[in-house]
C-alpha cells in the first residue's frame, strides 16, 4: 500500500473514534486561518514508514496512543500535592481543582513511604514534611472530604506501601458509596527502581513482587480501570541517569513485571493493559520528545514480539511525565518557570498522557499557591494557545527528531540485551549493574558542570549575587505533634479485637499463597493502621538490606 492508501485506512479507524466521542472543537486553523491537519505524512513512499512509524493510535504508536491524540481531548493536568496533614493537603486538592486541574497527584510523606507511623521514632522530624501524612484510613477519609472519586481520577506516587494506600482509597470509595470498578487512577508500585535509584523498599525483592502482582490480579477482577503500576523512570533520571539508560532501565524492569505476573499465573492480555509508565522531561527538548517516541515503539515490540500480545491495549506504552526536578536550581528561582516550559512542551509533543509541572520554588522548599498556580498555568498555556496540540505527532518526519528516536532505541535496546544476559532486571540490580551505570552518569555530567562544558544559567554563568526569597512555604513541626494526637484518639476508638482479628488473619495469608489484597482491605477497614499492617509484613518477609557493589 503506498502512504496515501495507508492513510486512508488510519481516517477509517479515526471516524470510528470520532463517532463515540468528537473532537474538542470542529476544526483546527492557525492566527492566519491556515487549516492544520489531523496527521501530517511524507508525500512519497518513505522507507519502513509502517514498520517504524506508522500512524497514531497504531502499531508500533511511535506517533501516539490514540487516533486523535489532544484534538480528541487534552493530557490530564495532575499537578503533584500534598504536605502537613490531611486536612491541609485536602486544601490544596480544592484549590488545584478550582484552578482547572483535571486529576489529583498525591504525594506522601517518608514515614508513609516507608510503612512507620507518625509515632514511630523512626518518623520523628519527617512527618509532613515531603508530603502528606497517612496514619490510617481516618486521615484517608479526611484527605478526600469532598471530594467525589468517581469524578476525580488519582495518581498516588506509593511504593513499598502502595497496596496500603490503594486499600485505605477503595474504602473510602465505598463509603462515599462508589464501588471499587468506578474508581480511576494510579499506584506507582514501582519497587525496583526503589532498589536501583530511590531507596524506599522495605521487603526484599521477591516478596516485593509477590506484593505487586496479587495487585495486579486482584485489580483485574476488582478494580478494572485502575493503573496497577506506574513503571517509573523519574527517578532512575532524577538519580543522574541520561535519556538512553532512563528508557532503557524503565523498559528492563517493565519486562521483570511483566514475566513476574505470567509465572504468577496471569495472562498478559488481562494486566499488561493497565500497565503505566513515569517518565522525566529534561531540558533538551527534542531528545526528550525523541525519547518519547523510541519508548513507546520499544514496548510495542517487546509486548508484541517477546511477550506475544495480542490486545492492542497491551502493546501501548501509555505514560506520565513529571518535570525534571534535579535541573531547577536555588539560584535565580524565576529562571525555573523557563525550564518547566521547555520540559513540559518536550512532553506534550512526545505525546505524554498526562503531566505535573513542577514550580520555581521547589529547589528551596514544597511550592506556595502562587507558584503551583504559575506551574499550572504553565500546561494551560501550551495546550490553548500553542498550537501544538492541534496536530499528532507535529515532529515527525524531522531529519533529527526521526534520527535520534532511531539512535536512542538503538542504544536502549543495547542496555537491555546486557541487562538480560545478566539474568534479567532483578538479578543486574542485586549486582549492582545499573546503579553504576546511573552514578558513573551522574559523576560525568556533575564534573561537566564544574569544568564549566555544561552551562546552567545562574549557577556557572550568568550569576547575581541574590537573598533567597522570603515567602517559602514551611512545614511547622506542630503538624508532628497534631498528628500524633490524632493517632492516638483513633487508636483509642477503635475495635481493638476486629483490628488484631484482621492482622492475625493477613499474618496467616502473608506465611501462605493467597492473594494479599483482601486481607490488607479487611485490616484497613478496621482501622488498623500503615505502620500495623507494614509489621506484619516485616515480621513474615523481613526487611532489605542493600548490597554495597564495588
Same mark, same amino acid.
Given at each position: 500500500?503506498?502512504?496515501?492508501?495507508?492513510?486512508?485506512?488510519? *481516517?477509517?479507524?479515526?471516524?470510528?473514534?470520532?463517532?463515540?466521542?468528537?473532537? @474538542?472543537?470542529?476544526?483546527?486553523?492557525?492566527?492566519?486561518?491556515?487549516?492544520?491537519?489531523?496527521?501530517?505524512?511524507?508525500?512519497?513512499?518513505?522507507?519502513?514508514?509502517?514498520?517504524?512509524?506508522?500512524?497514531?493510535? *497504531?502499531?508500533?504508536?511511535?506517533?501516539?496512543?490514540?487516533?486523535?491524540?489532544?484534538?480528541?481531548?487534552?493530557?490530564?493536568?495532575?499537578?503533584?500535592? =500534598?504536605?502537613?496533614?490531611?486536612?491541609?493537603?485536602?486544601?490544596?486538592?480544592?484549590?488545584?481543582?478550582?484552578?482547572?486541574?483535571?486529576?489529583?497527584?498525591?504525594?506522601?510523606?517518608?514515614?508513609?513511604?516507608?510503612?512507620?507511623?507518625?509515632?514511630?521514632?523512626? %518518623?520523628?522530624? #519527617?512527618?509532613?514534611?515531603? =508530603?502528606?501524612?497517612?496514619?490510617?484510613?481516618?486521615?484517608?477519609?479526611?484527605?478526600?472530604?469532598?471530594?467525589?472519586?468517581?469524578?476525580?481520577?488519582?495518581?498516588?506516587?506509593?511504593?513499598?506501601?502502595?497496596?496500603?494506600?490503594?486499600?485505605?482509597?477503595?474504602?473510602?470509595?465505598?463509603?462515599?458509596?462508589? %464501588?471499587?470498578?468506578?474508581?480511576?487512577?494510579?499506584?506507582?508500585?514501582?519497587?525496583?527502581?526503589?532498589?536501583?535509584?530511590?531507596?524506599?523498599?522495605?521487603?526484599?525483592?521477591?516478596? $516485593?513482587? @509477590?506484593?505487586?502482582?496479587?495487585?495486579?490480579?486482584?485489580?483485574?477482577?476488582?478494580?478494572?480501570?485502575?493503573?496497577?503500576?506506574?513503571?517509573?523512570?523519574?527517578?532512575?533520571?532524577?538519580?543522574?541517569?541520561?535519556?538512553?539508560?532512563?528508557?532503557?532501565?524503565?523498559?528492563?524492569? =517493565?519486562?521483570?513485571?511483566?514475566?513476574?505476573?505470567?509465572?504468577?499465573?496471569?495472562?498478559?492480555?488481562?494486566?499488561?493493559? @493497565?500497565?503505566?509508565?513515569?517518565?522525566?522531561?529534561?531540558?533538551?527538548?527534542?531528545?526528550?520528545?525523541?525519547?518519547?517516541?523510541? /519508548?513507546?515503539?520499544?514496548?510495542?515490540?517487546?509486548?508484541?514480539?517477546?511477550?506475544?500480545?495480542?490486545?492492542?491495549? %497491551?502493546?501501548?506504552?501509555?505514560?506520565?511525565?513529571?518535570?525534571?526536578?534535579?535541573?531547577?536550581?536555588?539560584?535565580?528561582?524565576?529562571?525555573?518557570?523557563?525550564?518547566?516550559?521547555?520540559?513540559?512542551?518536550?512532553?506534550?509533543?512526545?505525546?505524554?498522557?498526562?503531566?505535573?509541572?513542577?514550580?520555581?520554588?521547589?529547589?528551596?522548599?514544597?511550592?506556595?499557591?502562587?507558584?503551583?498556580?504559575?506551574?499550572?498555568?504553565?500546561?494551560?498555556?501550551?495546550?490553548?494557545?500553542?498550537?501544538?496540540?492541534? $496536530?499528532?505527532?507535529?515532529?515527525?518526519?524531522?531529519?533529527?527528531?526521526?534520527?535520534?528516536?532511531? *539512535?536512542?532505541?538503538?542504544?536502549?535496546?543495547?542496555?537491555?540485551? +546486557?541487562?538480560?544476559?545478566?539474568?534479567?532486571?532483578?538479578? /543486574?540490580?542485586?549486582?549492582?549493574?545499573?546503579?553504576?551505570?546511573?552514578?558513573?552518569?551522574?559523576? /560525568?555530567?556533575? +564534573? $561537566?558542570? #564544574?569544568?564549566?562544558?555544561?552551562?546552567?544559567?545562574?549557577?556557572?554563568?550568568?550569576?547575581?549575587?541574590?537573598?533567597?526569597?522570603?515567602?517559602?512555604?514551611?512545614? %511547622?513541626?506542630?503538624?508532628?505533634?497534631?498528628?500524633?494526637?490524632?493517632? /492516638?484518639?483513633?487508636?483509642?476508638?477503635?475495635?481493638?479485637?476486629?483490628?488484631?482479628?484482621?492482622?492475625?488473619?493477613?499474618?496467616?495469608?502473608?506465611?501462605?499463597?493467597?492473594? !494479599?489484597?483482601?486481607?490488607? !482491605?479487611?485490616?484497613?477497614?478496621?482501622?488498623?493502621?500503615?505502620?500495623?499492617?507494614?509489621?506484619?509484613?516485616?515480621?513474615?518477609?523481613?526487611?532489605? @538490606?542493600?548490597?554495597?557493589?564495588?
Amino acid at each position: 500500500m503506498s502512504i496515501s492508501e495507508k492513510k486512508q485506512a488510519w *481516517q477509517q479507524i479515526v471516524d470510528k473514534s470520532l463517532a463515540k466521542a468528537p473532537e @474538542r472543537q470542529s476544526s483546527f486553523k492557525t492566527s492566519s486561518d491556515v487549516e492544520v491537519d489531523r496527521c501530517y505524512t511524507p508525500g512519497f513512499d518513505y522507507p519502513g514508514y509502517e514498520e517504524q512509524l506508522g500512524f497514531p493510535g *497504531q502499531y508500533p504508536y511511535t506517533r501516539g496512543v490514540q487516533p486523535t491524540m489532544y484534538r480528541g481531548r487534552f493530557w490530564t493536568m495532575r499537578q503533584y500535592a =500534598g504536605f502537613g496533614n490531611a486536612a491541609e493537603s485536602n486544601e490544596r486538592y480544592k484549590y488545584l481543582l478550582s484552578a482547572g486541574q483535571t486529576g489529583l497527584s498525591i504525594a506522601f510523606d517518608l514515614p508513609t513511604q516507608m510503612g512507620y507511623d507518625s509515632d514511630a521514632s523512626m %518518623s520523628r522530624g #519527617e512527618v509532613g514534611k515531603v =508530603g502528606v501524612a497517612i496514619d490510617s484510613l481516618a486521615d484517608m477519609e479526611v484527605l478526600f472530604d469532598g471530594i467525589p472519586l468517581d469524578k476525580v481520577s488519582t495518581s498516588m506516587t506509593i511504593n513499598s506501601t502502595a497496596s496500603i494506600l490503594l486499600a485505605m482509597y477503595i474504602a473510602v470509595a465505598e463509603k462515599q458509596g462508589v %464501588s471499587p470498578a468506578q474508581i480511576s487512577g494510579t499506584i506507582q508500585n514501582d519497587i525496583l527502581k526503589e532498589y536501583m535509584a530511590r531507596g524506599t523498599y522495605i521487603y526484599p525483592p521477591k516478596e $516485593s513482587m @509477590r506484593i505487586i502482582t496479587d495487585i495486579f490480579a486482584y485489580c483485574k477482577d476488582n478494580v478494572p480501570k485502575w493503573n496497577t503500576i506506574s513503571i517509573s523512570g523519574y527517578h532512575i533520571r532524577e538519580a543522574g541517569s541520561s535519556a538512553v539508560q532512563e528508557v532503557a532501565f524503565t523498559l528492563a524492569d =517493565g519486562i521483570a513485571y511483566v514475566e513476574a505476573a505470567i509465572k504468577a499465573g496471569l495472562d498478559v492480555d488481562q494486566f499488561a493493559p @493497565r500497565l503505566a509508565f513515569f517518565f522525566n522531561a529534561h531540558n533538551n527538548l527534542l531528545e526528550e520528545v525523541a525519547k518519547f517516541r523510541a /519508548a513507546r515503539r520499544m514496548w510495542s515490540k517487546i509486548m508484541k514480539e517477546r511477550f506475544k500480545a495480542k490486545d492492542p491495549r %497491551s502493546q501501548m506504552l501509555r505514560f506520565h511525565t513529571q518535570t525534571a526536578g534535579c535541573t531547577l536550581t536555588a539560584q535565580q528561582p524565576d529562571n525555573n518557570i523557563m525550564r518547566v516550559t521547555l520540559q513540559a512542551l518536550a512532553a506534550v509533543l512526545g505525546g505524554t498522557q498526562s503531566l505535573h509541572t513542577n514550580s520555581r520554588d521547589e529547589a528551596l522548599a514544597l511550592p506556595t499557591e502562587d507558584s503551583v498556580r504559575i506551574a499550572l498555568r504553565t500546561q494551560q498555556v501550551i495546550a490553548y494557545e500553542s498550537g501544538v496540540a492541534d $496536530s499528532c505527532d507535529p515532529l515527525a518526519g524531522s531529519f533529527l527528531v526521526e534520527s535520534l528516536t532511531d *539512535q536512542i532505541e538503538k542504544e536502549a535496546s543495547a542496555y537491555i540485551e +546486557r541487562i538480560d544476559s545478566l539474568g534479567g532486571a532483578v538479578e /543486574a540490580i542485586s549486582r549492582g549493574f545499573q546503579q553504576k551505570e546511573i552514578q558513573d552518569s551522574a559523576y /560525568a555530567y556533575q +564534573r $561537566s558542570i #564544574e569544568k564549566n562544558e555544561t552551562i546552567i544559567v545562574g549557577v556557572n554563568k550568568f550569576t547575581i549575587e541574590e537573598q533567597p526569597p522570603e515567602d517559602l512555604l514551611k512545614i %511547622s513541626d506542630e503538624v508532628e505533634v497534631t498528628q500524633k494526637a490524632s493517632l /492516638a484518639r483513633m487508636k483509642g476508638g477503635r475495635d481493638a479485637a476486629k483490628v488484631e482479628s484482621t492482622l492475625k488473619a493477613l499474618e496467616e495469608a502473608a506465611q501462605g499463597s493467597s492473594n !494479599l489484597m483482601p486481607f490488607i !482491605l479487611d485490616a484497613v477497614k478496621s482501622y488498623a493502621t500503615l505502620g500495623e499492617i507494614a509489621n506484619v509484613f516485616r515480621k513474615v518477609f523481613g526487611t532489605h @538490606r542493600e548490597t554495597v557493589v564495588l
